[in-house]
């Protein structure tokens, strides 16, 4: 996926050093071209030689030793970089480049590059709060330079809190979703995710096996290809994308009136999400009680929630809005149904009985419909996948309305 990009990796001196090693390894594996620059501090974490195994390539270090082939280094580096990541990021590190130091070979190079920088800070958490780091954190970032935000947990310090570096996995991931296009910029989607839960009383209540995994894998996506996402989620107990504005609700009421707040200036809408139909028409203010005795039985009275999609696809208003079908039966018959119900313009419908599609699943199984009726069946395949599909056709829709 990284095949031809040149990509300088900075290591500077903590102890995440260590899991930057991964990184290297993992950008190789996509077949990035990478070259590593350490600080002089960085070497007692991780030896060059470490680095240089994994890259292929020769690590640099030392801003006046002998050069190998005759090359100011840290300008053909800098020239040479497609990409230009930093990780760990010490304090130090990002306090230089924010004040315009450039003491060493890494803090020249970067200097002198005109890629696209990336941090990846890693430290304690203290210091990562600081608010002297926070403003050059600001700062950079307002003079373009991207930041990996760090995880939350244990710190090598023992210390609990933020400042942990981003996972391998992400960081590459990051990395990759720089070089893809950001066709959807400019393109606000509105995304609801999750299933939705109507409360009995204080201590009970009704929901859905939904886990929010499709609708949040698509806000991701919509995200990483440019758009403004706006995900409006049931409750999850997944982590929110980066960059998406997160809007939590429980019940579908609550899910109607937050599509109602983004609705107007939204470009895309779509509805992932698995709201209820029905809530209790009372919820008890204290917990119910059980009554022993021949013939204790609960009855409760639902009555119906509003459709947020159909009352979005009744107004419209030059959207596109596309839908989600849940079946168990007849599954094309019903989809077309709410497709022209709910005046979607493309319907992607599972079959939730189905293994490895639905609810809970990392894959699914769709079938998508188009307004013209026409039905295009998809194997299996991850939910990534399918939210590259659905994202494909909202972009070719987008186009045609100009
Ligand atoms: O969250 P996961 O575990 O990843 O599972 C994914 C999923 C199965 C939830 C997802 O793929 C899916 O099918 N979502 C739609 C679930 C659903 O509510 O389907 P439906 O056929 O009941 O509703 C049709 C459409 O109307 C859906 O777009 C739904 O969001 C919408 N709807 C339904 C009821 C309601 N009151 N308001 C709505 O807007």
Not at 329 to 335: I, K, S, W
């Amino acid at each position: 996926m990284l095949k031809g990009k040149n990509i300088i990796v900075g290591v500077t001196g903590g102890i995440a050093a260590y899991k930057v090693v991964d990184v290297v390894s993992r950008l190789k594996k996509n077949r990035a071209n990478v070259e590593v620059i350490m600080t002089k501090n960085a070497t007692k974490f991780v030896t060059p030689l470490t680095f240089q195994t994994l890259a292929l390539n020769a690590v640099y270090v030392d801003m006046f030793k002998e050069p190998k082939h005759y090359d100011v280094e840290h300008i053909s580096l800098a020239e040479k970089a497609d990409l230009f990541l930093i990780a760990p990021a010490t304090a130090n590190i990002i306090g230089k480049i924010a004040n315009g130091i450039a003491d060493d070979l890494l803090t020249t190079t970067i200097m002198a590059t005109t890629s696209k920088v990336i941090f990846a800070p890693a430290m304690n958490t203290n210091m990562y709060l600081n608010p002297i780091v926070q403003q050059n954190i600001e700062k950079l970032k307002g003079l373009g330079y991207e930041f990996i935000e760090p995880g939350v947990g244990l710190l090598a310090c023992q210390a609990y809190g933020p400042g942990r570096m981003a996972e391998p996995v992400d960081i590459v991931e990051y990395v990759i979703n720089s070089f893809k296009e950001k066709e959807l910029a400019g393109k606000k989607i509105v995304v609801t995710a999750g299933p939705t839960m109507e409360p009995l009383d204080p201590v009970r209540y009704v929901t859905n096996h939904s886990s929010g995994k499709m609708g949040y894998t698509i806000a991701n996506l919509a995200s990483l290809k440019g758009a403004e996402v706006v995900l409006i989620s049931g409750p999850t107990h997944l982590d929110p994308p980066r960059n998406v504005k997160l809007v939590k609700v429980n019940t579908t009421m609550e899910m109607f009136n937050a599509v109602k707040e983004e609705f107007d200036t939204c470009h895309v809408l779509i509805k992932a999400a698995a709201p209820l139909d029905y809530r209790p028409e009372t919820v008890s203010s204290e917990k119910i009680k059980k009554k022993d005795g021949e013939k204790d039985e609960l009855n409760i009275k639902f009555v119906r929630n509003p459709d947020i999609a159909e009352y979005f696809g009744s107004i419209k208003k030059g959207k596109i809005i596309v839908g989600f079908a849940a079946e168990t039966n007849n599954m094309v018959e019903y989809a077309k149904e709410k497709l022209r119900k709910k005046n979607f313009d493309f319907i992607v419908a599972n079959n939730v009985k189905e293994s490895g599609a639905g609810f809970k699943t990392e894959t699914n199984i769709v079938t998508i419909i188009d307004r013209d009726g026409s039905v295009k069946e998809y194997p299996i395949m991850s939910k990534e996948k399918v939210a590259e599909i659905i994202l494909d056709k909202v972009k070719v829709l987008l186009n045609n309305k100009g």
